[in-house]
């Protein structure tokens, strides 16, 4: 069974830095990329960024809202991808899920499986 | 960016109701069009992808169609569990991908 689980969520400063983690388990995790998108307090959902599997060289892409601030990684030997947030914003605040990704169409993606989400508040 | 319009925002059905949502791209986006849905304090789950594929496991009661620019998610008869958000998103231009404002299906 495909599990994605995150972490790391909590209350933080504005201007300090969070990192979450999203632990797959169920699949191999080196052959997917791996999705992190956030939800505002009774807001919609918003695309955050993407990391590529090492066939695709692991390659990063972000939001303009996060790009220079957040930074997507992963390490497939604990099969676990992360999102290193830095310079927080209070606009940052929201719960944060890690999908998995897919492919079709070429580099056209779908995302099939989520995590449950962790809530990330940053307030003074 | 390509702007996604989902409508109508909310609705109000009972149960056994045929439901339609529909979604609108602000150019073509072929047919790179995925429907999720979201219960209240869920993650959200992905029903349709490619504009008419059903993921695995999801009911047949759900349905999608549509391409190019127009596109629409029908629940045949809805259920008391279909009562939700329900978000459509693109991939046919990304980065970034973007979703639709979502629709609340309540009920009646």
């Known amino acids: 069974e495909v599990q994605l689980v995150e972490s790391g969520g909590g209350l933080v400063k504005p201007g300090r830095s969070l990192r979450l983690s999203c632990t797959a388990s169920g699949f191999i995790f080196g052959d997917y990329g791996m999705t992190w998108f956030r939800q505002a307090p009774g807001k919609g959902l918003e695309w955050v960024g993407f990391i590529g599997s090492k066939t695709f060289g692991e390659t990063a892409e972000y939001a303009a809202s996060v790009r220079g601030r957040f930074t997507i990684s992963r390490d497939d030997s604990k099969s676990i991808a992360y999102l290193q947030m830095n310079s927080l914003k209070t606009e940052d605040t929201a719960v944060y899920y890690c999908?998995?990704?897919?492919?079709?169409?070429?580099?056209?993606?779908?995302?099939?499986?989520w995590g449950q989400g962790t809530l990330v508040t940053v307030s003074s | 960016d390509i702007q996604m319009t989902q409508s109508p925002s909310s609705l109000s059905a009972s149960v056994g109701d045929r439901v339609t949502i529909t979604c609108r791209a602000s150019?073509?986006?072929?047919?790179?069009l995925n429907w999720f849905q979201q219960r209240p304090g869920k993650a959200p789950k992905l029903l349709i992808y490619?504009?008419?594929s059903l993921q695995s496991g999801v009911p047949s009661r759900f349905s999608g169609s549509g391409s190019g620019t127009d596109f629409t998610l029908t629940i045949s008869s809805l259920q008391p569990e279909d009562f939700a958000t329900y978000y459509c998103?693109?991939?046919?231009?990304?980065?970034?991908?973007?979703f639709g404002g979502g629709t609340k299906v309540e009920i009646k």
């Open positions: 490619a504009a008419s």
């Open positions: 150019q073509s986006i072929s047919g790179y």
């Open positions: 998103q693109q991939s046919y231009s990304s980065p970034p991908v973007t």
């Open positions: 999908a998995r990704a897919r492919f079709y169409g070429g580099r056209r993606l779908y995302f099939d499986y």
